[in-house]
């Protein structure tokens, strides 16, 4: 069975600084797939990332950065220098990988993040 | 492009009563999905649908709920003889498939159902 845990329910920061966002998976999958998705105060969920799990690499897209460890079993997200609107519910979210086929996501259970200005 | 719509946007019912929710996926997107989202549970799959396979509905928490899409496009989701425990935000989303991984998902806004 696969399992995401977001153990920080609720992160509250001041603009500019810098927050990261903690995700540590369940999965007996070799191959699989983690995904971030961002949910604002309008309720529609954006995508953010998406990382297979040959790839450990960090990645940074502007003031974004994912940090995927395997050994830890963990994929966090870290926003640098926040802003007003990165306000939001963050979800991390795994998929197996099935040739072909689509697959469902597993959700954690979010983290609501606050900037305040 | 046009997302992926999904309506009514809110909808109140009472206990009892059938509902059906509608999601117009991504025109070319073969995959559709379903989930619920609700204080208690979070995000939670509820069924998808890929192509002409046979939908996957091993998410769907009893038998008063069903789904189906018509002509690959269109899908609706049905919750028949609605609890107060049905009252969440249904969430659908449709992606590419095929090749050797899952597509991103795009999420509609979906539809808050209220049983009173």
């Known amino acids: 069975a696969q399992k995401v845990t977001q153990a920080q329910t609720e992160i509250s920061v001041v603009e500019k600084e810098d927050v990261t966002l903690d995700c540590v998976y369940e999965?007996?999958?070799?191959?699989?797939?983690l995904f971030w998705y961002k949910q604002p105060p309008s309720g529609e969920l954006v995508f953010l990332i998406r990382?297979?799990?040959?790839?450990?690499q960090n990645e940074i897209s502007g003031r974004y950065s994912w940090n995927f460890q395997k050994s830890t079993s963990s994929f966090n997200f870290t926003i640098t220098a926040s802003q007003v609107v990165d306000s939001a519910v963050y979800f991390c979210a795994l998929s197996e990988a099935l040739r072909g086929s689509a697959r469902q996501l597993t959700f954690g259970s979010g983290t609501q993040l606050t900037v305040l200005p | 492009g046009a997302g992926v719509s999904q309506s009514p946007s809110n909808k109140v019912t009472e206990k009892g009563k059938d509902v059906e929710l509608r999601c117009d996926p991504i025109s070319g997107h073969t995959a559709l999905y379903w989930y619920r989202q609700s204080l208690g549970q979070g995000l939670e799959f509820l069924i998808y649908?890929?192509?002409?396979?046979?939908?996957?509905k091993s998410g769907l928490p009893s038998d008063r709920f069903s789904a189906e899409r018509t002509g690959g496009s269109v899908s609706t989701l049905t919750i028949q003889r609605t609890q107060q425990e049905d009252s969440a935000v249904y969430l659908c989303?449709?992606?590419?498939?095929?090749?050797?991984?899952?597509?991103?998902?795009?999420f509609g806004p979906g539809t808050r159902l209220t049983v009173t």
């Open positions: 990382r297979n799990s040959f790839d450990e």
């Open positions: 649908f890929q192509g002409n396979s046979a939908p996957d």
């Open positions: 989303a449709s992606s590419l498939a095929g090749g050797g991984a899952p597509y991103e998902q795009y």
């Open positions: 999965t007996r999958d070799t191959t699989y797939y």
